[in-house]
């Protein structure tokens, strides 16, 4: 099983980035998907969900607005569009996978498989 994330990067304030988190070793599509992040002294945070089939998705509050999930199952990818970026939201990212493929879920201990994130450092 591995999820691999990708493109985090250096952004200014306001900027934009998509990350990328593409699966193998299981079947993607019968699973939901979260993005996580955590930030140098504090604890994992969820920011993202998105049920197996793409049908509902969840944000954190912090993020509502500015950041969008998707999936593509066909390509075993969930994305991360993160746009009006903010010195805040600097930290790790983190792509998961959760058998309990619908409804929401925000307890990182949920989740069964990680990516080895990827980091998001924005400017101000």
């Known amino acids: 099983v591995q999820l691999q994330a990708s493109g985090g990067g250096l952004v200014q304030a306001g900027g934009s980035l998509r990350l990328s988190c593409t699966a193998s070793g299981f079947t993607f599509s019968s699973y939901a998907e979260g993005w996580f992040r955590q930030a140098p002294g504090k604890e994992r945070e969820f920011v993202a969900r998105?049920?197996?089939?793409?049908?509902?998705?969840y944000y954190a509050d912090s993020v509502k607005g500015r950041f969008t999930i998707s999936r593509d199952n066909p390509k075993n990818t969930v994305y991360l569009q993160m746009n009006s970026l903010k010195p805040e939201d600097t930290a790790v990212y983190y792509c998961a996978a959760d058998r309990n493929r619908r409804g929401a879920e925000y307890d990182p201990n949920e989740y069964d498989y990680w990516g080895r994130g990827t980091q998001v450092t924005v400017s101000s």
């Open positions: 998105i049920t197996w089939s793409g049908a509902s998705t």
